[in-house]
T-cell receptor, first 113, second 112 residues
Framework: DGGITQSPKYLFRKEGQNVTLSCEQNLNHDAMYWYRQDPGQGLRLIYYSQIVNDFQKGDIAEGYSVSREKKESFPLTVTSAQKNPTAFYLC????????????FGDGTRLSIL | AQSVSQHNHHVILSEAASLELGCNYSYGGTVNLFWYVQYPGQHLQLLLKYFSGDPLVKGIKGFEAEFIKSKFSFNLRKPSVQWSDTAEYFCAVNAWDDKIIFGKGTRLHILP
């Protein structure tokens, strides 16, 4: 079955460390997105990519970085510059350039030790 | 800039009660409107969407939403809720070809 795979499901990071969250899709979708979900905050866009080798900052890109070397992969790195990284991270994709995510992954919960 | 406002952060209802979750947006142009739902432990998924045409949109599981342009609203309704409707609901809006903006979510709890 086609879908989005995020790994790991739970991730722990020590302060000062960078950590990379994986997002892989086999839907052949062009556009991929990273959202951060905090209680009472809804979903906020971190980065998005509409095509391979291209990506744009979302609303809260500071302290994060991404790459899009392959169509099916859109990893997110949470750097030590991100002051409050504890959150639930969702990856999404869509087949067009409408900006509307159609499929979501199961998410990765990141916690700081 | 676009924004989305969901009026209620937490709603508690008994089974068979009627549901209406409020959603207002701010944007001057033509928009697309969505409701997403996240059941406990599951993916976020699309419940319904409005692009154009009939302002009353029917979605899955008996949900519907009405787009009222003059009020910049897209409220979600269900005549009779079930325990299985317990979830978090997100309203979202985007202008075509622009990124989608989500509301802060409404956590719905249905008492059996």
């Amino acid at each position: 079955d086609g879908g989005i795979t995020q790994s790991p499901k739970y991730l722990f990071r020590k302060e000062g460390q960078n950590v990379t969250l994986s997002c892989e899709q086999n839907l052949n979708h062009d556009a991929m997105y990273w959202y951060r979900q905090d209680p009472g905050q809804g979903l906020r866009l971190i980065y998005y990519s509409q095509i391979v080798n291209d990506f744009q900052k979302g609303d809260i890109a500071e302290g994060y970085s991404v790459s899009r070397e392959k169509k099916e992969s859109f990893p997110l790195t949470v750097t030590s510059a991100q002051k409050n990284p504890t959150a639930f991270y969702l990856c999404a994709s869509t087949s067009d350039h409408s900006g509307q995510p159609q499929h979501f992954g199961d998410g990765t919960r990141l916690s700081i030790l | 800039a676009q924004s989305v406002s969901q009026h209620n952060h937490h709603v508690i209802l008994s089974e068979a009660a009627s549901l209406e979750l409020g959603c207002n947006y701010s944007y001057g142009g033509t928009v697309n409107l969505f409701w997403y739902v996240q059941y406990p432990g599951q993916h976020l998924q699309l419940l319904l969407k409005y692009f154009s045409g009939d302002p009353l949109v029917k979605g899955i599981k008996g949900f519907e939403a009405e787009f009222i342009k003059s009020k910049f609203s897209f409220n979600l309704r269900k005549p009779s809720v079930q325990w299985s409707d317990t979830a978090e609901y997100f309203c979202a809006v985007n202008a075509w070809d622009d990124k989608i903006i989500f509301g802060k979510g409404t956590r719905l709890h249905i008492l059996p």
